[in-house]
């Protein structure tokens, strides 16, 4: 760092008067700005900017003093002209010695757009700069490429002029407070390659003038009020990889035209009220290289065309929660890459085809919800690498569970609620060759005791076995389940004591166990053991519905953590004054 020379304000004021004249008379020699002494303009909209900044946690603005502004911290200047062509003060700051998150709070002062000259502005993450898009901002920085003032405070529309920086690559405004439409002259940036606009208020419709937008490359309006319905011709931007319209009100169809975006990788769709058939491509050079595709929460219709298998780059995708019938098409057995599958709450039929033993990336299958009828293919035992399956609530009709699906090498998690399964609780849990971390085997034909080997069940996180058959006490063992978290057995015939469940806490005071339903089952003892010598961590507790008949112990208010209970329907003679 130079030294600086310190100079008294009045002597600063004549040499800014001097300098001007010197400054007005290089620029009319046509040369650079003399000793790196910024133009008066320039001046100007800086030492604006930074009146509108009441706190500058990182101490940039501070260090803005006398008058070479292009020696500045966040500071650049062209070469050629000496006027200020960039302004980087980015809120996170990252040196090869530290990583600092800096907060800026105040007013985004208009005078920035006396700096004609700009050419970047980057003012994203300060947190607290607030203020507006000033309106003036097309007409004053037409050289203007990149705008980032992502993570702040920003508020109003975006403005019209907008349109009229032709120059403009990225814009870069997510997560602010911006409200209103967007205006359509958006449409004219034809270099345009990133506009992510995503956690506003944003309103209106996506304008129909974005299909000029052919340089797109990234364009995300998520979670936002955006209605109507998506741009006919959206597959005009045949250039862009990743578009995220999800979270908005868009409604109709999803246009037929973005089968021809041949570049795109990324599709978010989801949450939107969008109807009408998913389109599928009708060749395979269409969308070749779509990997991510998110279309939930919706209200889809149709059936998944076998074209869909086109798609062969896809890895996850999900087709949740909308209106989708028809069988699955084998087809999809030749997406070789897809590792997520996702098609709960649909109207889906039909048996699983045995082409999904082919999927040999698939981690996550879960097709809860639907109509679909059992048997499963035995080909799926080839599903090395399936660590969750979720068929709960189909027309399945087990009777039991599969052997080989136990034998499964990374399966984990288990969801087959509402399947059928009848008889014990199937011994081959304890050993599967990737320890169990979620059953639910809730809503089901179990009989039997709740076997004493279930302590084995080492790593379980989520055990639901709730609406069953089954009786006997819970079984001492329980005390060895470390990593359990939810713990759901109600709607059975359970007998006896409850102790267990709350020595398990006591062993591990900071334990996870944070839910726990024993409702609505035969329990008669052990509920004097709730919080006894432990600061137990437990959210969600229902004893409802059983034979307690002692009070309930003031040892309860040791569980400082709940946020539900229900002792409703018991014998409890407890006064709720002792508490
Ligand atoms: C200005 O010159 C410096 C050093 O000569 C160079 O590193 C920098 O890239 C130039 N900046 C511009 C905007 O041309
Ligand atoms: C920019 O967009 C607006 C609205 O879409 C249009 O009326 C205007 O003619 C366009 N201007 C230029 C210079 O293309
Ligand atoms: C959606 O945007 C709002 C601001 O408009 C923000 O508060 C919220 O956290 C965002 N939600 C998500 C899921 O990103
Ligand atoms: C796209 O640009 C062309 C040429 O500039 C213009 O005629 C047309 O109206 C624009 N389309 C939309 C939807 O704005
Ligand atoms: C897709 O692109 C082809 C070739 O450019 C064109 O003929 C076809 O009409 C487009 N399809 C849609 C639905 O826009
Ligand atoms: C599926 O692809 C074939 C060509 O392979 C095409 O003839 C047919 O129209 C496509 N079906 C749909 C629903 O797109
Ligand atoms: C599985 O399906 C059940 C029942 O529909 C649902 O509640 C649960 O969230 C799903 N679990 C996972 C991990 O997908
Ligand atoms: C399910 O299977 C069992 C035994 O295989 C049979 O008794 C029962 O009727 C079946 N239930 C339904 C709903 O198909
Ligand atoms: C357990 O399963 C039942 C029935 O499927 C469900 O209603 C309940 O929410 C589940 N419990 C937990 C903790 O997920
Ligand atoms: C089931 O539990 C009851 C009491 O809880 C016990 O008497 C019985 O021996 C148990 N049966 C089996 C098969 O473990
Ligand atoms: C507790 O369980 C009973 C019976 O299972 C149920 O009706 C009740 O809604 C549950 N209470 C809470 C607070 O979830």
């Known amino acids: 760092m130079k030294r600086r020379p310190q100079l008294g304000l009045k002597m600063q004021d004549q040499l800014l008067s001097l300098l001007i004249v010197l400054t007005v008379c290089a620029a009319s020699l046509g040369a650079a700005n003399v000793h790196g002494i910024c133009t008066p303009k320039d001046l100007k909209g ?13 101490g940039r603005l501070e260090k803005w003093v006398g008058l070479k502004c292009c020696e500045w911290e966040g500071i650049s200047c062209n070469n050629a002209t000496g006027r200020v062509a960039e302004i980087r003060l980015p809120g996170f700051i990252s040196t090869s010695d530290f990583v600092y998150q800096s907060e800026m709070k105040g007013w985004l002062s208009p005078s920035i ?29 037409p050289k203007l490429r990149k705008l980032y003032l992502y993570g702040n405070q920003i508020s109003g529309m975006l403005p019209e002029s907008i349109g009229k920086l032709w120059q403009l690559e990225e814009l870069l405004l997510y997560e602010n407070k911006l409200s209103g439409s967007l205006p359509s002259s958006l449409g004219n940036l034809s270099n345009l390659n990133s506009m992510i606009l995503y956690s506003n ?136 890459a897809l590792t997520e599958l996702y098609l709960d709450d649909n109207q889906l039929s039909g048996i699983i085809p045995k082409s999904m033993g082919q999927l040999s990336q698939l981690l996550v299958l879960s097709m809860s919800n639907n109509m679909i009828r059992g048997p499963l293919p035995q080909e799926m035992s080839s599903l090395y690498n399936l660590q969750i399956i979720n068929l709960s609530f189909n027309e399945i009709n087990f009777s039991s569970i599969p052997q080989w699906l136990l034998r499964l090498p990374s399966l984990s998690r288990i969801y087959m609620a509402g399947c059928g399964i009848q008889g014990e609780i199937p011994e081959s849990l304890k050993i599967m060759p990737s320890p169990i971390q979620e059953l639910d085997l809730s809503v ?30 819970v079984p001492e063992s329980i005390t060895q389940l470390n990593a359990l978290g939810v713990l759901d057995l109600h709607s059975n015939k359970l007998t006896g004591n409850i102790g267990q469940v709350f020595k398990m806490e006591q062993r591990f005071p900071q334990g996870p166990l944070t839910y726990i339903d024993l409702s609505d089952n035969r329990f008669t003892e052990g509920i004097e053991q709730i919080g006894i010598g432990a600061q137990c961590g437990v959210q969600f507790l229902n004893l409802s519905n059983n034979f307690f008949p002692w009070r309930l112990p003031t040892t309860i208010r040791m569980c400082t953590s709940l946020q539900s209970l229900d002792l409703s329907n018991n014998n409890l003679g407890f006064n709720l004054k002792d508490f």
Not at 46 to 58: E, P, Y
Not at 445 to 473: A, C, I
Request: hydrophobic share 40%.
């Open 46 to 58: 800086l030492t604006g900017f930074k009146a509108g900044i009441r706190l500058d946690t990182s």
């Open 444 to 473: 089901n034909h179990l009989t039997g005791n709740l076997s004493s080997w279930l302590g084995t069940l080492t790593q379980l996180y989520l055990l639901n076995l709730s609406r069953n058959s089954l009786v006997s006490d």
């Open 113 to 141: 757009t006396l700096l004609s000259s700009l050419e970047v502005i980057d003012l994203g993450g300060l947190m607290n700069l607030a203020g507006t898009i000033p309106p003036s901002i097309g007409f004053r920085l």
């Open 201 to 336: 208020q944003l309103s209106g419709t996506v304008p129909n003038s974005f299909t000029n937008l052919t340089g797109l490359v990234h364009l995300d309006l998520h979670n936002n009020s955006f209605i109507g319905a998506i741009p006919e011709k959206i597959g005009q931007l045949h250039n862009m990889k990743e578009l995220d319209l999800s979270n908005n009100f868009l409604g109709g169809r999803i246009p037929l035209s973005i089968t021809n975006v041949t570049a795109i990788s990324v599709l978010y769709l989801d949450t939107n009220n969008l109807e009408g058939e998913i389109p599928s491509p009708s060749r395979l050079d269409q969308m070749p290289s779509l990997s991510f595709l998110r279309l939930q929460n919706n209200q889809l219709t149709g059936e998944i065309s076998p074209n869909f298998s086109y798609l062969i780059s896809l890895q996850r995708v999900s087709l949740a929660h909308n209106r989708l019938k028809g069988e699955i098409p084998s087809s999809l057995g030749a997406l070789s």
